[in-house]
């Protein structure tokens, strides 16, 4: 029987990695597809490199959160030079558990910061 | 242009990386590039600094997660066997320590560039002495004042008067020398009352005081007033205490100069000796290296030979490393051939095992550096301080940035030499031939690289061992020669200069009526330096040292006539009779023979005429053989001895009181040989014991390297092995079968070892044993040892494999 998949070794996601399982948690994208649409969401505070970005999807496919798809667009909307990328379900529950994590914390700092509620009287 | 730049780039990612993601990275970089094209140059200056620093960052997290990657399976494999790795990395860190040492002192004193070198090499007017050895030659200040006017080649040409305590210099001189005072000034040139003081003054009688500056100090009848003084200097080629301007009247001197911009030594020789030739009189000088001024050739040829001996050492080393790689690799060769076959490269195999090794010798490296800091340490407190900072380049001689540099340099030739051999070797096999053979076919994927390198191991730890045993055997025959015997119980009796003929010929009278021979000499080591001069034979001009002696001097143990004969004491004073002897090294190279004229010439013009009565073979009258080879001997004619010595036969103290007895107000020196021998001896025995240190080493690396041999052998042939002790077979029978499997590989690196110490010893140098016997029977007796040892080492690998497990359970079964 397969055991079930612990995300926790994984946590706490680096913010590219974790940028780059959002990007692939909707549909399949190539490398550069990637990149732009992070840039896009970032606008442009996230600029990945070559290097940096492929490193990234590296260390990925070597977790066995992404791996490559066999899938391939129409001719017309294909490039060659790429390579497509989807997302595991091992990727996908990491992404869940960092996403809940953050979510932990954003709840928590949105509780420390929050105005203190007048009492009644 | 940017694209193919990026991609040189790449080449520098892993070759995982590039296989895998290169052609991806290439095409985002270009489709990055088009659109920053299309912005501007701004952009693209923008763009190619984002990618820089991706890239810089990237290639080096890639190339460090597989660094780390593997670093942490090669402490993994170096855990499984502590005790040995240990030991051998104990071993090496005492290699790589020796090694930094040898060859920080033979840099930095011999190869270096000095201070004063800034501005070109700094030169002098120099006499050969000592069979190589330099020192300063005084000549005339005409022939400085001629230098100056008349030399293309030469610059700042200083002319230096004076005696050890007081030195007069140019103020200039400083300048060149690269001194500055550490308190105070240095003098003009017309201050003529105005001095600098040394270090050793400055420290001993003013304590290092700024209020010495200012206060009076007399020389002689003299008055002078300090107006500087100097700290301890990197080189100070005059050690003297005391540093005044030139007086007008100084007439004799020595000469110090800087060669011009582009100019070559030879080129300011061959101007000297056309000067020299060119003058009426004849200055035995040539022009030499300011550096060599007070350096020994011994010196030059212990230093190389420790950093060479040491250097064989840490070959050793490697090989001995390869050996236990190569065990290794052996061991791991389905892993190895997995790797193979599942697309590795063969240099991902090579880069694994690299940095294996080099986690060894960068450990021993660390381990190394607290003993390297002490012996370098320790070189320093053991030496004279006064005379060790004559030495040039001696106070650079230190532990510091430049020798942790080195230690790793040689950790990293060490690591990468032992790492790549073993792994290329298994790397170039192919993975299936390796996954179906087994232990027993190791030797198939070796082939004959574990044969070669047991061959080494015996060449290089035979060289040492040989040279070890060479030079102990060559100081004990040098030790009891008879000459040298002579020299042990014989004393020199220095007169002042002041001493009147009346007084030494009492004097020698006295020693001869009392039974102790004595004899006139100014030769080493009798005597202070025979006095160099210039000479013509046969149409040729040579620089000749000529020592006075009286004719007892030949009757020393060790001379050899090849013709002629002395003159006798009643001959020494008739012109008419040839009475010069000259040694055979000269007649040699001067083609002359008995009764041929010898022309002797002055500095001031005046030439001599004289005949040659006998051609001698000149002893090695000490341990170290300090005779010139052009060497002429002219009687000493009765009278003063100026710098002559009474050479006399007998105890220090005997030789002392009959002196007294003959002339109370006589002042004397008298030397007693005997100390001087045990102070050379005492030289000698730290050079034996540096070579059987790195003997010592040796014996203990080919002791790993025999250990690994019978270790990788036994498990190939685990099986044989117990076969034959199942029928019967004892440890001889089991010696006989190893013995017989190694034999081929020893016997080709004791032949090596022969070959490599014949060329050690076709070095020419004074201290390398001299004729055929101590050679020969060195060479018996290293490879003896070495013969005994792995003998005992296969002994004891046999009885460990009668043992075994396999052998006892087949045993039990039969």
């Not at chain 2, 080449?11 to 501007?40: K, N, S, T």
């Not at chain 2, 190869?111 to 330099?134: I, K, M, Y």
């Not at chain 2, 014991?689 to 390297?705: C, I, P």
């Amino acid at each position: 029987m397969k055991q079930r998949f612990d995300p926790a070794p994984f946590l706490p996601l680096p913010h590219v990695h974790f940028e780059i399982l959002v990007c692939l948690a909707e549909h399949e994208q190539h490398g550069y597809s990637i990149k732009r649409e992070i840039a896009v969401r970032t606008g442009g505070s996230i600029e990945l490199g070559p290097g940096s970005l492929y490193g990234a999807i590296r260390k990925l496919t070597e977790g066995g959160l992404i791996e490559e798809s066999d899938q391939r667009p129409e001719s017309h909307l294909d490039d060659e030079r790429r390579r497509y990328y989807r997302l595991t379900p091992d990727g996908r529950a990491v992404l869940k558990a960092e996403a809940a994590r953050l979510r932990t914390l954003v709840e928590l700092a949105e509780t420390r910061f929050a105005p203190a509620r007048p009492r009644r009287a | 242009m940017s694209p193919w730049l990026y991609s040189q780039m790449l080449a520098l990612y892993p070759a995982e990386v590039r296989r895998e993601y290169g052609r991806e990275m290439r095409a985002q970089f270009l489709d990055d590039w088009r659109e920053a094209c299309r912005r501007g140059l701004l952009a693209r200056l923008l763009f190619w600094f984002h990618i820089a620093r991706d890239w810089g960052r990237t290639v080096a997290s890639a190339h460090g997660e597989i660094v780390g990657g593997d670093l942490a399976a090669a402490w993994g494999n170096l855990r499984r066997r502590p005790w040995p790795v240990a030991a051998f990395v104990l071993l090496l860190a005492a290699v790589l320590s020796i090694n930094s040492v040898g060859i920080t002192l033979a840099n930095r004193i011999l190869l270096s560039a000095l201070p004063f070198e800034s501005r070109g090499s700094l030169v002098f007017l120099a006499e050969w002495r000592e069979a190589g050895s330099l020192a300063w030659l005084p000549v005339s200040r005409a022939v400085a004042d001629t230098l100056r006017l008349r030399s293309r080649t030469l610059t700042d040409i200083a002319f230096v008067g004076g005696d050890p305590q007081r030195v007069f210099v140019p103020p200039g001189v400083f300048d060149t020398l690269g001194m500055k005072p550490a308190a105070g000034r240095i003098y003009r040139e017309d201050e003529s009352d105005a001095v600098v003081i040394g270090p050793r003054l400055w420290q001993s009688r003013y304590r290092g005081s700024y209020a010495a500056i200012g206060q009076s100090i007399r020389l002689g009848t003299r008055e002078y007033h300090i107006v500087g003084a100097l700290a301890e200097q990197p080189f100070d080629p005059f050690g003297a205490d005391i540093w005044a301007a030139p007086p007008p009247e100084l007439a004799y001197g020595i000469v110090l100069a800087r060669l011009r911009p582009g100019v070559s030594l030879q080129q300011a020789r061959e101007e000297w000796d056309a000067l020299r030739n060119g003058a009426s009189g004849y200055w035995p000088a040539e022009i030499a290296p300011l550096r060599r001024v007070f350096r020994d050739p011994v010196f030059d040829y212990i230093a190389w030979g420790a950093a060479g001996a040491f250097f064989v050492v840490l070959l050793l080393a490697c090989v001995s490393l390869m050996s236990l790689q190569l065990g290794q690799a052996v061991r791991r060769q389905r892993d190895i051939a997995i790797r193979l076959a599942m697309g590795a490269s063969r240099a991902r195999i090579v880069r694994f095992a690299v940095t294996e090794t080099m986690a060894v010798t960068l450990l021993a490296g660390l381990l190394s550096l607290p003993s390297t800091a002490l012996l370098i340490g320790a070189f320093h407190s053991g030496t004279d301080h006064w005379a060790a900072h004559r030495l040039a380049g001696w106070t650079s001689v230190r532990f510091d940035a430049a020798t942790v540099a080195l230690t790793f340099a040689l950790c990293l030739f060490a690591g990468c030499l032992a790492g790549f051999v073993p792994a290329w070797k298994f790397a170039s096999n192919d993975p299936w031939t390796m996954l179906n053979s087994g232990p027993l076919n190791a030797a198939r994927v070796t082939g004959m690289l574990r044969s070669w390198l047991l061959s080494a191991q015996i060449a290089l730890a035979g060289l040492i061992l040989f040279a070890a045993v060479a030079f102990d055997r060559e100081g004990v025959r040098r030790f009891h020669a008879p000459q040298v015997r002579y020299f042990d119980s014989t004393v020199s009796l220095e007169l002042s200069d002041t001493a009147r003929p009346v007084s030494v010929r009492n004097v020698v009278q006295r020693l001869e009526a009392s039974g102790h021979r004595t004899i006139v000499t100014s030769a080493r080591p009798f005597g202070q330096e025979p006095m160099a001069i210039g000479c013509e034979a046969g149409g040729k001009r040579y620089t000749v040292q000529m020592a006075r002696v009286s004719a007892g001097f030949f009757n020393i143990p060790g001379f050899q006539w090849v013709t002629g004969r002395p003159w006798t004491e009643s001959e020494a004073t008739r012109a008419d009779l040839p009475r010069v002897v000259i040694a055979e090294a000269f007649a040699r190279d001067a083609g002359l023979k008995a009764g041929d004229s010898l022309v002797t010439l002055n500095p001031n013009g005046r030439r001599m005429t004289d005949r040659i009565a006998g051609i001698v073979r000149v002893p090695r009258l000490d341990m170290y053989g300090v005779w010139p080879r052009q060497l002429v001997f002219v009687p000493w004619q009765h009278g003063p001895l100026g710098g002559d010595s009474l050479l006399v036969e007998g105890k220090r103290a005997e030789v002392e009181a009959i002196v007294r007895a003959a002339d109370p107000t006589l002042k004397t020196y008298v030397q007693d040989f005997a100390f001087r021998i045990r102070e050379n001896g005492l030289v000698w025995i730290g050079i034996v014991a540096t070579l059987w240190a790195a003997a010592l080493m040796a014996l203990s690396l080919a002791l790993v390297g025999a250990a690994t041999w019978m270790s990788q052998t036994f498990t190939e042939h685990g099986l044989e092995v117990a076969l034959r002790c199942a029928t019967g077979c004892r440890a001889r029978g089991l010696w006989t079968w190893a013995a017989r499997r190694v034999w081929r590989p020893l016997t080709l690196g004791a032949g090596a070892a022969v070959a490599g110490s014949a060329l050690l010893m076709a070095i020419p140098s004074r201290l390398s044993p001299r004729g055929v016997l101590t050679p020969v029977a060195a060479g018996c007796i290293a490879l003896s040892l070495l013969a005994i040892f792995w003998s005992l080492a296969l002994w004891v690998g046999s009885l460990r494999a009668m043992s075994g497990p396999q052998s006892r359970r087949l045993r039990v079964d039969n």
